[in-house]
C-alpha cells in the first residue's frame, strides 16, 4: 500500500504517517519544511520518502503527486496541510488570510485533483482521497474564526463534490471533521496550553479514530461526538442568543 501524507510533517498528519508506517504501508510524507522529520528516525527507513512543497503551488504538488505515484501508483492520499487565522491575526495583518484561503481551499482541490489524475491513470479502483477539515466548518457561526470555519466548510464541500464526482471510478473520498485535537500548533495557538479547550482529545487518540474511518472508507467521521452535538445545537439558537454567545 502506497500512501501519501500532504502535511505531514508535524501535528495530526505526522501521527499518521507514523501509524502507516507502522502498519508496513510505503509512505511519503510531504510538507513545506521537510527538515522538521530530521530527527525522526520512522523518516529515515526506505519505505518512507520525504518531499518539500507548498500544496498552494499547484503545478508542484502537481509534479509531486505524479513523482510518488509512479511506479506502483497511488493507494490513498491524505491532506491534513491546513492554516489558521482569527479576527485579531487580520486585524494586525490583513494578509494572514490569504494562506487560509490558498491552502484550505485551493491547496485540498490541488491535491484532490492530482491525486486522482494519478489513481486513474494507474487504473486504481480503490484509491482513496481523505481530507481533514475541521467541527468549525460544521458551525454557522463560529467566534473570532469565521474565515477558518469558512474555509473548512468549503473543505467539507469539496469532498461532497469529488465524491460525486469519483464515484464511478471507484475512487472514494472520506472527509475528517475533528474537534480540538491537542497537537503543538494548538497549544501554540492558545499561548502553549490547550487544556482548557472543550473535549479535548489526544493526537494518539485522534491518529486511532481517522485511521479507523478510513479503514471503513466512511464519508464522513465527525468526533468527538459531544462536541458534534455542541456544533449542532448552537446552529439551532435563535440570534440573539448566538449573538450573546462569549466572544
Ligand atoms: N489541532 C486541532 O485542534 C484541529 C482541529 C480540527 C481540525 N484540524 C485540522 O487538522 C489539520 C492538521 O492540524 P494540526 O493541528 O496537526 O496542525 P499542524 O501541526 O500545524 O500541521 C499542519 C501541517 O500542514 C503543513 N502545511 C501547512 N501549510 C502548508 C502548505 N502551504 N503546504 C504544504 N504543507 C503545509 C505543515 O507542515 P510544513 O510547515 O512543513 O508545511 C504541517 O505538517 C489542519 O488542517 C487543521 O485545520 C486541527
Avoid at 492554516?83 to 494586525?92: C, H, K, L, P, V
Avoid at 480503490?126 to 466548510?153: E, F, M, T, W
Avoid at 475533528?178 to 485522534?206: H, I
Wanted: hydrophobic share 50%.
Amino acid at each position: 500500500m502506497k500512501v501519501m501524507i500532504i502535511g505531514g510533517t508535524s501535528g495530526i498528519g505526522l501521527g499518521l504517517a507514523r501509524h502507516y508506517w507502522q502498519q508496513g504501508a510505503r509512505v511519503a510524507v510531504c510538507g513545506r519544511h521537510p527538515a522538521r522529520l530530521d530527527g525522526e528516525a520512522f523518516a529515515r527507513d526506505s519505505r518512507v520518502s520525504v518531499h518539500a512543497c507548498d500544496i498552494a503551488d499547484r503545478a508542484a504538488v502537481a509534479r509531486v503527486v505524479a513523482e510518488v505515484a509512479s511506479g506502483a501508483g497511488l493507494d490513498l492520499l491524505i491532506v491534513s496541510a491546513g492554516q489558521y487565522t482569527d479576527a485579531a491575526a487580520i486585524a494586525r495583518d490583513r494578509s494572514s488570510t490569504l494562506p487560509v484561503l490558498r491552502v484550505n481551499v485551493g491547496g485540498l482541490d490541488h491535491a484532490f485533483s492530482a491525486a486522482a489524475d494519478a489513481m486513474m491513470a494507474h487504473g486504481q479502483g480503490q484509491g482513496h482521497l481523505v481530507a481533514i477539515a475541521s467541527i468549525a466548518g460544521l458551525q454557522d457561526d463560529y467566534p473570532n474564526g469565521s474565515l477558518y470555519s469558512a474555509s473548512k466548510r468549503a473543505a467539507i464541500a469539496i469532498c461532497g463534490a469529488y465524491r460525486k464526482a469519483l464515484a464511478p471510478f471507484g475512487i472514494a473520498v472520506t472527509v475528517i471533521v475533528p474537534g480540538y485535537v491537542d497537537t503543538a500548533r494548538l497549544r501554540e495557538l492558545n499561548g502553549g496550553d490547550a487544556s482548557r479547550k472543550l473535549f479535548l482529545m489526544s493526537e494518539q487518540e485522534a491518529v486511532q479514530r481517522i485511521a479507523a474511518a478510513i479503514a471503513r472508507r466512511d464519508e464522513r467521521c465527525v468526533f468527538p461526538w459531544q462536541m458534534h452535538a455542541l456544533a449542532t445545537a448552537f446552529n439551532l439558537l435563535p440570534a440573539f442568543l448566538k449573538r450573546a454567545r462569549k466572544k
